[in-house]
C-alpha cells in the first residue's frame, strides 16, 4: 500500500511526526512516538488499518505534539497517543504512554452531540459538536481553555454555543499552549488568554 498512490486532502505535524488523510478516507502516520503501530522505520508513513476506527471512512484528522485525533462519516470522535493530562478526551489518565490504538470517545461526552471539528495543542484538545457547542480538555494553566478561570479541565467540559457564542455557536477553533481563537458562526472571532476573554470583530480587525 502507497500513501503517495492516492489524494491527501488533510495533514498536520506535531514536533516529531505527522499524520495524513487520503481522499479515501486513509490515515496516515509518520515519526517518532507515531503510535497506532510500533515501526522500526519511523521515516515512512504507515497506514491505520480500517478496523482500528471499526471500518469507519476517516473525514479530519489533526494532532498534537503527543497526541491525534480524528473524526468519521458518523460524526464520532478518536483519540490516541499521550493521555496523562486527559487530553484524549475519554478521562483515562495515565502516567505512561498513553493509548496506542484509536479510542473511540462516546458520544454521551457531548451530550450525545456528533462531532463537527477538533483542534489540538501538545496538552489540550477542544471539540465543537454539530450543535454548535465548544467543549474543551485538558492543560489550561494560562485561561486559554475558555472556560473562565485557570483550572485544568481533565475530562471534556461545556464552555457553550449559541448561549455564549451567538448565533448558532462555534464553527471551528485553533488552540496552543498558550491561548486560543476561536471563531463564531456570527463572524466575531473570540480569543482567551491567561488574562483575556473576549470577542474581536471580523470587521475591526481588517
Known sequence: ????????IM???????????????EVWTCGKGQHAGTYADEDLYH?????????????MVTRSDYHMLSIDTEGMLWTWGDNRYGQLCCGALDEGEGET????VPPATFDGSK???VAACSQSTMVVTAD????????????????GTNENALIPTRVGGSDRFGREGVRMMSCSNKHSLILGTDDRMWACDLVHHFALGMVDMM
Open 1 to 8: 500500500m502507497n500513501m503517495w498512490m492516492t489524494m491527501i
Open 11 to 25: 495533514a498536520a505535524c506535531g514536533v516529531s511526526s505527522s499524520i495524513a488523510l487520503t481522499e479515501a478516507g
Open 47 to 59: 497506514c491505520i488499518p480500517a478496523q482500528h476506527f471499526h471500518d469507519k471512512k476517516i473525514v
Open 101 to 104: 490504538q484509536p479510542v473511540l
Open 115 to 117: 462531532v463537527a471539528y
Open 132 to 147: 454548535g457547542v465548544l467543549w474543551v480538555c485538558n492543560f489550561g494553566i494560562c485561561g486559554q481553555l475558555g472556560t
